[in-house]
């Protein structure tokens, strides 16, 4: 090779593509600020791998809205590993914004959830029992409240001020999917370019409507108030998790962003590539978006 | 984005006060419209989501003078900190209705970019018709929403800033009728209505019109009006930033805080 021929191919390896992935009309072009507060809260954090003959990737992303506020990311994720069963536990949960502190009320109660999965698990249970998950991740909020505020009586309602979250679990284990929710950070199986809705409520009200008031935790009706699904993962087929950032845009995935993410996720992206694509520009959605996406066995 | 005026609104002159009083207009009202695409018609693609807002205006003689300039001043002041935002301009709808013994559309929905042209509010009319502004409110709001569906666009539940310096004039069954419609749950597109009252209003009548006991608000007796004005104006603003920035809440509440020098009514008077 050539002097100039070196240098040629040095400069193409380190260019980078700069800027959004666009889908439609883009969104305006902002400055991020930095989140301040505790604990910390990185604008995007990135994950994925293989186990168990599963592909997963997972990534949350900070929404313009709070980059430009400098607010700090109130979605959360959370990956964890089962060796004895082989089970991938996943969850994505989604900080209500009217709380002072969701993000950490985000944090906990995915970390809490995916423990109390996996300490079924242990106990060799074929199906996950839902109740207590959801009911473990809300007591951890209620503890941290208890803890921040000093109120050692503090109860649900005094803690969903502060740490209100939406939340969202599945196991996975080969392609059994056990998967369950409370709130609307819905769960999709994704076949080819068709979407079908696992759990999560819709994002239109029976009014036609978006919204309706968001069920999250620590308050939430037990175990009745749980949505619960089972699944298979057939071949080629991808569960998604994600939160209302995402489903929204989505809106059912007819539109550009569903078909930009069946195009996309036919394949598992790389983990940096997949939170690029999750940070897509697109005008007037700018909330948090969190994504996990798992590929069954057998991925060719 | 192009504005329609109603016809027989003169031409807004931008931020100059109008010196004439414009004559009244009854509005042409169309039969109700629901937001539901005909059966076999294809739902549009979704483009983006809205948040339809209203102001709705006392333009009654009362208003004369520095309150109905506090309106105009804080309309356009509106516009301005909307348009320069670089979010929310494009998710809030904004239109403006009018009501002295009648009703009027002085600005039908639009997105708040700094070229648009805001009406100049001025004193018209012997009356203060409530009806007739809640019965606009009635048909507008579905057929607003019906548009922007059909534009392929995510509505959230729309909001009413309603702001009244007096006693309706109308018999009170009338109002209230009207009122009822337009809380009506049955009625799919109803608002969240928030209802200010200056000057010589009846906080029990603002505390009716309002859709929840702490979205009624009253001047503190004693207050300036056009200082009262120009502060709810300023809450207005703030309510559509941060209602517009927690639009993928989906809640149906709207954030709001209390303007300075007004006193919640956050007790049922009636």
């Given at each position: 090779?050539?002097?100039?021929?070196?240098?040629?191919?040095?400069?193409?390896?380190v260019r980078l593509a700069r800027g959004p992935v666009t889908i439609g009309e883009p969104a305006a072009?902002?400055?991020?600020?930095?989140?301040?507060?505790?604990?910390?809260?990185?604008?995007?954090?990135?994950?994925?791998?293989?186990?168990?003959g599963l592909t997963v990737r997972a990534a949350s992303v900070r929404g313009l809205s709070k980059r430009y506020t400098g607010g700090p990311r109130q979605d959360d994720i959370c990956l964890r590993l089962h060796a004895d069963s082989g089970t991938l536990v996943a969850a994505v949960a989604d900080g209500v914004s009217g709380a002072s502190r969701s993000d950490l009320g985000a944090a906990l109660a995915v970390r809490y959830a995916?423990?109390?999965?996996?300490?079924?698990?242990?106990?060799?249970?074929?199906?996950?029992?839902?109740g207590p998950v959801f009911e473990h991740a809300a007591w951890a909020l209620v503890e941290e409240h208890r803890r921040a505020s000093g109120d050692a009586s503090a109860g649900v309602d005094e803690a969903g001020r502060s740490l209100a979250t939406t939340l969202l679990v599945a196991a996975v284990r080969g392609s059994d999917v056990q998967v369950a929710a409370v709130g609307?950070?819905?769960a999709f199986v994704l076949a080819g370019k068709e979407y079908d809705s696992v759990v999560g409520s819709p994002p239109e009200s029976a009014d036609g409507l978006?919204?309706?008031?968001?069920?999250?935790?620590?308050?939430?009706g037990g175990a009745d108030a749980v949505q619960a699904a089972r699944r298979q993962l057939d071949r080629g087929s991808v569960l998604l998790l994600?939160?209302?950032?995402?489903?929204?845009?989505?809106?059912?995935?007819t539109g550009e962003v569903g078909l930009a993410l069946a195009r996309e996720l036919a394949r598992?992206?790389?983990?940096?590539?997949?939170?690029?694509?999750?940070?897509?520009?697109?005008?007037?959605?700018?909330?948090?978006?969190?994504?996990?996406?798992?590929w069954g066995p057998g991925l060719s | 984005m192009k504005i329609k005026l109603p016809t027989g609104v003169p031409e807004a002159t931008g931020e100059v006060a109008d010196p004439g009083s414009p004559e009244p207009i009854e509005p042409v009202i169309p039969p109700p419209v629901t937001a539901e695409p005909a059966a076999g018609e294809p739902t549009p693609a979704v483009v983006g989501q809205v948040l339809p807002m209203y102001f709705v205006g006392d333009e009654s003689h009362s208003m004369a003078g520095e309150p109905i300039a506090a309106v105009n001043q804080g309309l356009i002041d509106l516009r301005d900190e909307v348009a320069k935002h670089p979010l929310i301009g494009k998710k809030v709808r904004f239109g403006i209705i009018t009501f002295a013994e009648s009703a009027q559309t002085r600005l039908e929905l639009s997105e708040l970019s700094e070229d648009l042209v805001l009406p100049t509010l001025s004193p018209r009319g012997r009356g203060t018709s409530y009806a007739s502004a809640l019965e606009a409110l009635r048909h507008t709001i579905p057929a607003d929403v019906a548009l922007l569906k059909g534009n392929g666009y995510q509505v959230h539940r729309p909001s009413v800033f309603f702001l009244s310096d007096g006693l309706p004039t109308e018999k009170a069954d009338k109002w209230q009728a009207r009122l009822a419609e337009l809380k009506d749950p049955e009625f799919r597109e109803r608002p969240?209505?928030?209802a200010f009252g200056v000057g010589e209003a009846d906080p029990e009548v603002i505390g009716r019109l309002a859709s929840s006991p702490r979205y009624g608000f009253m001047m503190t007796s004693g207050a300036s009006t056009a200082g009262a004005i120009a502060e709810f104006a300023a809450s207005m603003l703030n309510s559509m930033v941060a209602s517009a920035e927690r639009l993928d809440r989906g809640d149906h509440t709207i954030e709001f805080e209390k303007p300075e020098g007004f006193v919640q009514l956050d007790a049922p008077l009636v």
């Open positions: 090779m050539t002097a100039a021929g070196r240098a040629a191919s040095v400069r193409r390896r072009v902002i400055e991020a600020r930095l989140a301040s507060g505790e604990p910390y809260r990185p604008d995007t954090v990135a994950d994925g791998g293989e186990a168990f995916t423990a109390a999965v996996a300490r079924q698990l242990d106990d060799r249970c074929a199906s996950v029992d839902w609307d950070s819905p978006v919204g309706g008031g968001v069920e999250s935790l620590p308050r939430f994600c939160t209302d950032g995402l489903a929204l845009p989505l809106a059912g995935g598992p992206p790389d983990v940096v590539d997949f939170a690029r694509l999750l940070d897509f520009s697109r005008s007037t959605y700018d909330d948090d978006r969190s994504l996990i996406a798992v | 969240n209505i928030l």
